[in-house]
Each structure stands twice: as structure tokens, then as C-alpha cells.
């Protein structure tokens, strides 16, 4: 974290930078995740599930990758969704100690040109959030409670299935909590633990499981996301649910 500050003082503290954790090698999530203001492109995330705006964004995908199963098509977008999402988000967390703000109703959302999703704009820069050794649920907590069950209803109302979404989350919402915890191992409670901290059901109990293969630890994939039906994307090698997928270049 001290680096990451370090490395935003001296570019100014640019106002353009949301946290100071995204920066070096994240440097990236700070196009992915800005002030709402700043998103000029940007629509209510209400407001674009509601009005239409997300099946349009699905109907321009759809034709970007040839009119293929349209199951593939919105699983494939959900994926732009929820990296752009949980990456910064958990980053911000817990190596800037910043809580962004992450509630679906006050969030805005920019598109590519092909309707994937770009970026998300937040209201403001959030608060402190204390830093705790925790099993994931600490970090990802706001996220189960105040965004994700919203946007996997709208997904699932698309016609996925809201299991297929949730992995879809998990394989996210795994990486980002892994590439903050190295020394650590995997946060593996937030994946086999039935119940949420609340004692409410775990949704992402299951998606993600721990595979030893050619000498390699694999986060592997409960349900396949689909992308082999999509022309032109990769697999995802060996993470992917479906042993017949896990080989295809």
C-alpha cells in the first residue's frame, strides 16, 4: 500500500485517481472504477438495467460475436461486469484500506463500442475501512450485501441462470482476493462455507474449488461460463468446469 500511495503523490494526486491502490501494475482498475462526475458517458445502473439499455448493450454484443447463443453472449458480458466490479473494489480495500462506495442504486456504467461494459462510476471516494486479518468476507462483505444479488437478478432475468452468474462472480471475487493475500494462500472460507457471516445462504458456496494438476494449484470453476460457444475467445484452460475445454487453444 505504501508504494501505491507513493506512486500517486507523485503523479500529483491526480483527482482522476480513485484510490491510491490503483496504481504500478493496478494501474489499470483506474479506468475501470472513477467518480461518477467524471464518467461523462456513464448511466444510472437502475436506469440502464430498466430502460432497456442492457438489452441493447447484449443486442450490440450479440452482433459483435456473430449472432451466437445469446446464453454465451450475456454470460461472456456479465464476466466484463463483474471483473470491472469486484477487481478494484477489493483492491481498493484492502491495500488502500478504502471502502468505495458500492451500492448498485448509486452507481453509473459506461459501455465499449460492443457494449461490454468499460467502467463504473462510484458517488464519491468512500471511506476508511479497517484493515483485518479475515476468511474474504470482510472484504467482499459490502459487495455481497449492497451490488451483487441486484445485478445477478437483472442478469438472470436476461436468461442465465443465477448460479452461472454467481460463479461468474466468485472466479473475480477469487483472483482479487488472492492477489491481495499472496503470503496467505487462498481465501478459501468464502467458497465452502454455507453460510454467510450474517447467517444468511452463501451464494458463492461451491463455484470455486482448489485443484492440484501438472504440479500447479488451480482455482477451478464449478460451472462452465460458456465462452466455447462464443467465435474468437479463448478458453480459460484449466479453470474451466468442462474437462473436454480445459486444452483448447
Same mark, same amino acid.
Given at each position: 500500500?505504501?508504494?501505491?500511495?507513493?506512486?500517486?503523490?507523485?503523479?500529483?494526486?491526480?483527482?482522476?485517481?480513485?484510490?491510491?491502490?490503483?496504481?504500478?501494475?493496478?494501474?489499470?482498475?483506474?479506468?475501470?472504477?472513477?467518480?461518477?462526475?467524471?464518467?461523462?458517458?456513464?448511466?444510472?445502473?437502475?436506469?440502464?438495467?430498466?430502460?432497456?439499455?442492457?438489452?441493447?448493450?447484449?443486442?450490440?454484443?450479440?452482433?459483435?460475436?456473430?449472432?451466437?447463443?445469446?446464453?454465451?453472449?450475456?454470460?461472456?458480458?456479465?464476466?466484463?461486469?463483474?471483473?470491472?466490479?469486484? =477487481?478494484?473494489?477489493? $483492491?481498493?480495500?484492502?491495500? /488502500? @484500506?478504502?471502502? +468505495?462506495?458500492? !451500492?448498485?442504486?448509486?452507481?453509473?456504467? &459506461?459501455?465499449?463500442?460492443?457494449?461490454?461494459?468499460?467502467?463504473?462510476?462510484?458517488?464519491?471516494?468512500?471511506?476508511?475501512?479497517?484493515?483485518?486479518?479475515?476468511?474474504?468476507?470482510?472484504?467482499?462483505?459490502?459487495?455481497?450485501?449492497?451490488?451483487?444479488?441486484?445485478?445477478?437478478?437483472?442478469?438472470?432475468?436476461?436468461? =442465465?441462470?443465477?448460479? $452461472?452468474?454467481?460463479?461468474? /462472480? @466468485?472466479?473475480? +471475487?477469487?483472483? !482479487?482476493?488472492?492477489?491481495?493475500?499472496? &503470503?496467505?494462500?487462498?481465501?478459501?472460507?468464502?467458497?465452502?462455507?454455507?453460510?454467510?457471516?450474517?447467517?444468511?445462504?452463501?451464494?458463492?458456496?461451491?463455484?470455486?474449488?482448489?485443484?492440484?494438476?501438472?504440479?500447479?494449484?488451480?482455482?477451478?470453476?464449478?460451472?462452465?461460463?460458456?465462452?466455447?460457444?462464443?467465435?474468437?475467445?479463448?478458453?480459460?484452460?484449466?479453470?474451466?468446469?468442462?474437462?473436454?475445454?480445459?486444452?483448447?487453444?
Amino acid at each position: 500500500m505504501e508504494s501505491a500511495q507513493h506512486h500517486v503523490a507523485d503523479r500529483g494526486q491526480s483527482a482522476s485517481i480513485l484510490s491510491p491502490a490503483f496504481a504500478g501494475e493496478h494501474a489499470w482498475c483506474s479506468e475501470k472504477m472513477v467518480l461518477s462526475t467524471e464518467l461523462s458517458d456513464g448511466v444510472p445502473l437502475p436506469r440502464f438495467f430498466g430502460d432497456g439499455g442492457f438489452r441493447q448493450a447484449i443486442d450490440r454484443y450479440a452482433e459483435a460475436c456473430g449472432d451466437s447463443d445469446r446464453r454465451a453472449v450475456v454470460s461472456m458480458w456479465s464476466l466484463y461486469y463483474f471483473s470491472t466490479l469486484s =477487481i478494484p473494489y477489493v $483492491l481498493a480495500r484492502r491495500l /488502500a @484500506a478504502q471502502a +468505495l462506495p458500492i !451500492a448498485f442504486d448509486e452507481m453509473t456504467i &459506461a459501455l465499449q463500442e460492443n457494449g461490454l461494459p468499460r467502467a463504473f462510476g462510484v458517488p464519491h471516494r468512500g471511506g476508511h475501512a479497517a484493515v483485518e486479518e479475515d476468511d474474504g468476507f470482510g472484504a467482499i462483505g459490502p459487495l455481497l450485501e449492497q451490488h451483487l444479488p441486484e445485478a445477478v437478478a437483472k442478469l438472470n432475468a436476461c436468461g =442465465i441462470s443465477a448460479k $452461472l452468474c454467481w460463479n461468474n /462472480a @466468485a472466479v473475480y +471475487l477469487d483472483y !482479487a482476493l488472492r492477489l491481495t493475500r499472496p &503470503a496467505e494462500g487462498p481465501d478459501l472460507t468464502v467458497f465452502v462455507r454455507g453460510c454467510l457471516p450474517d447467517g444468511g445462504v452463501n451464494p458463492l458456496c461451491g463455484s470455486v474449488r482448489y485443484v492440484e494438476e501438472d504440479g500447479e494449484r488451480v482455482a477451478r470453476r464449478k460451472i462452465c461460463c460458456l465462452r466455447y460457444m462464443l467465435p474468437g475467445v479463448p478458453s480459460c484452460g484449466k479453470p474451466c468446469a468442462l474437462p473436454s475445454q480445459r486444452n483448447v487453444q
